[in-house]
């Protein structure tokens, strides 16, 4: 626009001194007023042409010049968006960008408390899954965080990949984590019992189920001893455990994750996790270690066994009075007593055949030795990985006391409505734990019930 608007003042001028000139000729005729007024009038048309044309010099190799920035700068972009990639660098997406590869939020994979899951094809073409966790509450907040100070900087085979976020442009809207699509879904439909109308899902055979096992804990052993801080999961469970194309374990789901530097021996943190997976220490308000992790590990692998809730409700008949809690792990320990381990495994590998019974007795030993009640006696992830590959015996674990059946075995109907909180007490500390104040443990006792 300012090229067109200069032409055209400049050929306005010229037009202007030619008319002058004209004009001089008839008036002055050829006297010497008349040649310098043309003189004049010539040489300042030479100048308007010398501009004009120097100008036009200068666009076009300030165009040139602009043409390649600009392509040195997409160049520049794509590149560093490469290297980013390569380097494993969270990528930052604009909200539109996550809109149209999800559809405008359309294909749900899963939903939490403060958080749901989307299915996204990305611009060139690769498949992600979006978590939207909605920051309007404090908890979506320290979520995000948590999970990017976790994942961020870590790589590792059987850790889920963290390739962007995004934060909403408006104040208290919600913000995106984008992470590599896990096409077999959780673990959970895969050695739980399939729910009607879930896609996804089967039953996993034993051989793929324990290099489940070992995968889980290379990335437990990762979390705890390879990274420069400490990183606590502190939420495993089969629901956060994915499974790639090949059936390898994937771990997943940092949200509630805890950073630890390595001098430090526990972190002081609110009880926050899954009923059925979380370590007695943290429940009775002791803080939170790596052996919080090791405890939920060996609840799981029990899960990966039996292919069942390590705590359910049973239903006797239709009577609801008759509803009691059922807990797993006290029955595999029965029945590891007994010798008949075989009648705890999953009944449709039992049906289908091909397990290896020493590998299923070295995972209930490694289990057991998992969750025992005294944080000291756990092994670490490192060791746990050593007795899974057999590189390592596995000695037989002490018995174990599992305070928290007491809790899950009370029968609220049968007791006097004055003694009940007293006797639920009494019943949730152990001999060791005598000295435990009792508001921890009505914290204990209701993060146990707690939904899932």
């Given at each position: 626009m300012e090229d067109k608007k200069a032409n055209i003042i400049a050929a306005s001028a010229v037009i202007a001194l030619i008319i002058l000139i004209i004009l001089a000729r008839v008036s002055l005729k050829l006297s010497r007023t008349f040649f310098l007024i043309t003189g004049a009038d010539i040489a300042v048309i030479?100048?308007?042409?010398?501009?004009?044309?120097?100008?036009?010099?200068?666009?076009?190799?300030?165009k040139l010049l602009e043409t390649r920035l600009v392509s040195e700068g997409r160049e520049l972009r794509i590149e560093y968006s490469f290297l980013r990639k390569v380097a494993g660098v969270p990528i930052k997406f604009r909200s539109k960008e996550l809109e149209d590869a999800t559809d405008n939020f359309q294909a749900l994979l899963g939903k939490g408390a403060s958080a749901s899951v989307f299915k996204g094809i990305l611009t060139d073409g690769t498949s992600v899954a979006v978590k939207r966790i909605e920051?309007?509450?404090?908890?979506?907040?320290?979520?995000?965080?948590?999970?990017?100070?976790?994942?961020?900087s870590v790589?590792?085979?059987?850790?889920?990949?963290?390739?962007?976020?995004?934060?909403?442009?408006a104040p208290g809207g919600p913000r995106y984590l984008v992470y590599e699509f896990i096409p077999n879904g959780s673990l959970d439909h895969w050695i739980f019992t399939r729910k009607s109308g879930n896609r996804l899902g089967g039953c996993l055979s034993w051989d793929l189920r324990y290099r489940v096992a070992?995968?889980?804990?290379r990335a437990l052993s990762y979390l705890h001893q390879d990274c420069r801080s400490r990183i606590l999961h502190l939420d495993v469970k089969p629901e956060n455990i994915l499974l790639d194309e090949n059936y390898r374990a994937i771990v997943a789901d940092f949200g509630l994750s805890k950073l630890m530097h390595k001098d430090e021996s526990r972190v002081v943190t609110n009880i926050r996790g899954t009923r059925g997976y979380l370590a007695p220490e943290w429940l009775l308000e002791r803080g939170v270690s790596e052996k919080?992790?090791?405890?939920?590990?060996?609840?799981?692998?029990?899960?990966?066994?039996?292919?069942?809730?390590?705590v359910c409700l049973v239903e006797h008949g239709n009577d609801n009075s008759k509803k009691k809690w059922e807990y797993f792990p006290k029955i595999v320990n029965e029945k590891l007593k007994e010798g008949k381990l075989m009648e705890i495994v999953d009944?449709?590998?039992?049906e289908g055949g091909g397990i290896d019974e020493r590998q299923m007795r070295r995972l209930v030993y490694v289990a057991f030795w998992c969750i025992q009640e005294s944080s000291r006696l756990r092994p670490s992830m490192a060791r746990v990985v050593e007795m899974?590959?057999?590189?390592?015996?596995?000695?037989?674990?002490?018995?174990?006391?599992?305070?928290?059946?007491?809790?899950?075995?009370?029968d609220e109907d049968q007791q006097p409505e004055g003694n009940h909180e007293r006797k639920r007490t009494?019943?949730?500390v152990s001999p060791t734990d005598r000295n435990v104040p009792t508001s921890s443990i009505g914290s204990y006792s209701m993060s146990v019930v707690s939904g899932r």
């Amino acid at each position: 626009m300012e090229d067109k608007k200069a032409n055209i003042i400049a050929a306005s001028a010229v037009i202007a001194l030619i008319i002058l000139i004209i004009l001089a000729r008839v008036s002055l005729k050829l006297s010497r007023t008349f040649f310098l007024i043309t003189g004049a009038d010539i040489a300042v048309i030479l100048a308007v042409f010398s501009c004009v044309i120097i100008r036009r010099r200068y666009n076009r190799r300030r165009k040139l010049l602009e043409t390649r920035l600009v392509s040195e700068g997409r160049e520049l972009r794509i590149e560093y968006s490469f290297l980013r990639k390569v380097a494993g660098v969270p990528i930052k997406f604009r909200s539109k960008e996550l809109e149209d590869a999800t559809d405008n939020f359309q294909a749900l994979l899963g939903k939490g408390a403060s958080a749901s899951v989307f299915k996204g094809i990305l611009t060139d073409g690769t498949s992600v899954a979006v978590k939207r966790i909605e920051s309007g509450e404090e908890r979506g907040e320290k979520e995000f965080k948590s999970e990017v100070a976790a994942i961020a900087s870590v790589q590792h085979v059987n850790l889920v990949r963290l390739l962007g976020y995004c934060i909403a442009p408006a104040p208290g809207g919600p913000r995106y984590l984008v992470y590599e699509f896990i096409p077999n879904g959780s673990l959970d439909h895969w050695i739980f019992t399939r729910k009607s109308g879930n896609r996804l899902g089967g039953c996993l055979s034993w051989d793929l189920r324990y290099r489940v096992a070992i995968d889980v804990a290379r990335a437990l052993s990762y979390l705890h001893q390879d990274c420069r801080s400490r990183i606590l999961h502190l939420d495993v469970k089969p629901e956060n455990i994915l499974l790639d194309e090949n059936y390898r374990a994937i771990v997943a789901d940092f949200g509630l994750s805890k950073l630890m530097h390595k001098d430090e021996s526990r972190v002081v943190t609110n009880i926050r996790g899954t009923r059925g997976y979380l370590a007695p220490e943290w429940l009775l308000e002791r803080g939170v270690s790596e052996k919080c992790d090791i405890y939920s590990y060996g609840m799981v692998l029990l899960e990966i066994i039996g292919g069942r809730r390590n705590v359910c409700l049973v239903e006797h008949g239709n009577d609801n009075s008759k509803k009691k809690w059922e807990y797993f792990p006290k029955i595999v320990n029965e029945k590891l007593k007994e010798g008949k381990l075989m009648e705890i495994v999953d009944h449709r590998l039992v049906e289908g055949g091909g397990i290896d019974e020493r590998q299923m007795r070295r995972l209930v030993y490694v289990a057991f030795w998992c969750i025992q009640e005294s944080s000291r006696l756990r092994p670490s992830m490192a060791r746990v990985v050593e007795m899974l590959e057999g590189r390592v015996a596995v000695e037989v674990p002490p018995d174990t006391q599992m305070i928290i059946v007491d809790l899950l075995s009370i029968d609220e109907d049968q007791q006097p409505e004055g003694n009940h909180e007293r006797k639920r007490t009494a019943k949730l500390v152990s001999p060791t734990d005598r000295n435990v104040p009792t508001s921890s443990i009505g914290s204990y006792s209701m993060s146990v019930v707690s939904g899932r």
